[in-house]
Every structure is written in structure tokens, then in C-alpha cells.
Nanobody, 130 residues
């Protein structure tokens, strides 16, 4: 099993930046052994896939809301995935969390699939004020 913990959220003004972290604990490599992704969910809205990476690969699929403003990076040694967010807007306000699945999925499919992941962190809240 793998345990995921997202951190780095907080309150920021419009136009500001935040860097989120998703640290994985447990057996195995987060990146070699899992398809992973960053997601968010705002109150009253559906889950939205932001950025996803297929198991064992490095290519990143960005969802429409993330393109041009969010950047994913990784630290293999620390088993940690990051999400750098810039030019934040009030509609970015949401609970942000990372997920992991043991199965291989294409990165885009993983971001867009609707069923629940094998593992999900508790998430970190991002609030963007106007």
C-alpha cells in the first residue's frame, strides 16, 4: 500500500502562486509502480483532473484548467510529486489532492476517468481571494 499526503495549500490573493506537494509513503516507487495525478474538487462541482502521469513514464497530461498556469515536477528520491500553481484565480479555490493507482492508465485517461482511485490523499485546501 501507499499513503499519500498533500500539503502546501493555503489562502492566496488573485494572481498569486502556491506550490503543492504530494508525499508518498509505503512500499515501492510512487512513479515506477503507480499511475498518479493531481485533482481538485470545489464545493458543488465535480472532480477535475489537473495533471497526470502514467506508471513508469514521464510524460504529463494537463487538464484544461491547468494548462499554461500549473506545472508538475517530481523528486524520485523523495517519492514526492509537486504542483506549482501560478496566476491563481478565485475559481481555483478547491480541495486539491493526489491519487495513485497500481494499474497502468494513459495519462489523459487517468485525468478524465470517473471512478475512484486505489489511493487518495486527504488533500490540501487552496483558497484564492479576489
Amino acid at each position: 500500500d501507499v499513503q499519500l499526503q498533500a500539503s502546501g495549500g493555503g489562502e492566496v490573493e488573485t494572481g498569486g502562486s502556491l506550490r503543492l506537494s504530494c508525499a508518498a509513503a509505503g512500499s515501492g516507487s510512487l512513479f515506477d509502480d503507480h499511475t498518479i495525478g493531481w485533482f481538485r474538487q470545489a464545493p458543488g462541482k465535480e472532480r477535475e483532473g489537473l495533471a497526470c502521469i502514467s506508471r513508469g513514464e514521464t510524460g504529463i497530461y494537463y487538464g484544461d484548467s491547468a494548462k499554461g498556469r500549473f506545472t508538475v515536477s517530481r523528486d524520485n528520491a523523495k517519492n514526492t510529486l509537486y504542483l506549482q500553481m501560478k496566476y491563481l484565480r478565485p475559481d481555483d479555490t478547491a480541495l486539491y489532492y493526489c491519487t495513485a493507482d497500481r494499474a497502468y492508465f494513459s495519462n489523459r485517461y487517468y485525468c478524465e476517468k470517473s471512478y475512484g482511485p486505489d489511493y487518495r490523499g486527504k488533500g490540501t485546501l487552496v483558497t484564492v481571494s479576489s
